[in-house]
């Protein structure tokens, strides 16, 4: 329960949130809802100051420049004009002096500075609202590190500032009509598990830890060391990469690196992540890229924020971004329907013009002309008020990030060519034998558990008929063809349990790598399923 401090506290937060931002011409956020001056229109009589609503974020401190930040990779959200103003966020809190930082560090590590580190130099690298990064050398081994620390206090100070937030949002949400298309509550809830996340530097750890085996003998690229012994969730001891911006590279070449390889090592290692290993860097802008001058290689940093995708969400998207680039309308539409990003309501006529304007426009042009056309879907979307999966949008961003690096770095750089080449790669495995083998494991256990229930579900029906809360009317016609095919299908159904199961076994006799008994099974498998599909839906109608 909050003590009268707690509540007194936060009402003088509060107020001061208010006077920041009536300051910058946002406070209509906070105040009681006008009637739009044109009902039909349901236009209002002011619209949100985007360069104001920035101001005040910066003013108001960490938790709030954290939220723009969080915001600005939103536009399905908050909108376009407010999502590109909130990229120009500026980190205005103070540097937090140096005998603050190192108790927090000896509190950590449990021992003194000296006992752990050699050198370590008192001007920080980097700071930003939550942390400061500082350059210092191991004592143990004499190995230069990033040493990147919590400012003392901010774990409370964001915590605070967001128990407001949400109940700022929910009263805002409720009271100020103009305020809910931008569904404050749904923002604050996606905003206070992120925050959370990266206030602990753990995740990042165990984050770059991930993403370092994810690369295992892809010698091109690499992620920066970690010592897992000298990190707590308030601290992060990492390999210090000394090396070149990656916009040094624009149009030129350095050291015998150019252009034109890194381009190819940036879209090559992007796409692995988001195709392949469905665990990605969630902002690649150009800050976030070096070349680390020692191996010659390209380097992630800044990793506290991840990506996840599932495997069924990887292989979905890669057949809508194949439609995509293919032109066709009416698939694209039925595909997004089939994710689920698109619901049937939201399925209008207007939508789909302006979908067949935008793929019109790229009508028989060659992949290397197709810039840009993966961002202007998802602002279709956007226009005709489609929540978008937060995983798409950071995706999008992302590929466009890629793209202006890429034609930076090379001016014959292909971003559609990269979109098509992996996406195939991605519908190609999805019906490996090996692939289907598996998911037909999965199906086994599945029908497993059914069979398990079975029993329970028949009874309970039977109890329903008898007290006659159901009612079943039964016409037997064609039992007998019935009872055939259903056996037909039963048989192709264990040639196909068969086969998987003799796969994943991985014995026996091969071919291509596949155990021939169960490569045999499926093509038997395939040749009856096509007979039945012949005989009983084609033929015999």
């Not at 349901?42 to 005040?56: F, M, P, T, V």
């Not at 159904?493 to 086969?499: E, Q, W």
């Amino acid at each position: 329960m909050a003590s009268r401090s707690d509540i007194k506290e936060s009402r003088q937060r509060i107020n001061e949130i208010r006077k920041i931002a009536k300051k910058h011409n946002v406070g209509q956020l906070l105040s009681e809802s006008r009637k739009p001056k044109d009902y039909s229109q349901g236009e209002y009589e002011e619209e949100l100051d985007a360069s104001g609503l920035r101001k005040a974020f910066e003013e108001l401190g960490p938790a709030y420049v954290k939220l723009g930040q969080i915001l600005c990779t939103r536009p399905d959200l908050v909108g376009n004009e407010i999502a590109d103003e909130l990229k120009n966020l500026r980190d205005n809190t103070p540097v937090t002096p140096f005998e603050e930082i190192k108790e927090v560090i000896e509190t950590e590590l449990g021992q003194p500075l000296e006992e752990v580190y050699s050198e370590f130099e008192e001007e920080p690298l980097g700071s930003a609202s939550i942390g400061q990064v500082y350059r210092a050398t191991l004592k143990e081994n004499g190995e230069k590190v990033a040493v990147k620390v919590q400012k003392p206090g901010s774990y409370e100070i964001v915590a605070s500032d967001v128990k407001i937030m949400v109940y700022m949002s929910e009263k805002i949400d409720k009271y100020v009509t103009k305020a809910r298309i931008y569904n404050l509550p749904a923002i604050i809830k996606e905003f206070e598990r992120s925050i959370f996340k990266e206030l602990d530097y753990m995740e990042e750890v165990m984050n770059i830890q991930k993403i370092t085996k994810n690369f295992e003998g892809h010698d091109y690229v690499k992620f920066p060391k970690v010592y897992p012994k000298l990190c707590t969730s308030k601290i992060i001891n990492m390999e210090l990469i000394q090396g070149y911006d990656i916009t040094d590279f624009y149009g030129t070449e350095i050291d015998g690196i150019s252009g034109v390889q890194l381009a190819d090592d940036i879209v090559e290692s992007y796409f692995k992540q988001i195709m392949f290993d469905g665990f990605f860097h969630a902002d690649p802008h150009p800050g976030n890229l070096i070349v680390d001058k020692k191996e010659k290689k390209l380097c992630y940093i800044d990793l506290g924020m991840m990506g996840i995708l599932n495997e069924e969400f990887r292989s979905d998207m890669a057949q809508a971004i194949l439609i995509l680039l293919g032109g066709n309308t009416n698939s694209l539409i039925k595909q997004l329907l089939y994710m689920k990003i698109l619901t049937p309501e939201q399925n209008t006529e207007e939508l789909k013009m302006d979908i067949d304007d935008l793929l019109g426009r790229y009508m028989g042009a060659d992949l290397d002309q197709m810039d840009g056309i993966l961002e202007k879907l998802i602002n279709i979307m956007i226009k005709h008020n489609v929540t978008i999966p937060r995983e798409l949008v950071m995706i999008a961003r992302g590929v466009a990030l890629i793209e202006d690096i890429g034609n930076k770095l090379n001016p014959d750089f292909n971003i559609g060519e990269a979109l098509d080449r992996y996406s195939k790669k991605i519908v190609i495995n999805k019906f490996n034998p090996i692939n289907v083998a598996k998911g037909s494991y999965d199906y086994i256990l599945d029908v497993e558990h059914l069979l398990k229930d079975l029993p329970d579900r028949i009874n309970s029906t039977l109890t329903k008929i008898e007290k006659g809360e159901i009612k079943v009317n039964l016409e037997l016609k064609g039992l007998t063809e019935l009872k055939n095919q259903l056996s037909a299908a039963l048989i192709v159904a264990a040639l196909i349990v068969g086969s998987s199961l003799a796969i994943l076994a991985d014995k026996g006799p091969k071919m291509w790598d596949i155990s021939i008994i169960g490569l045999y099974g499926f093509v038997l498998s395939a040749i009856i399923g096509f007979y039945i599909v012949l005989k009983y839906v084609i033929f015999d109608k």
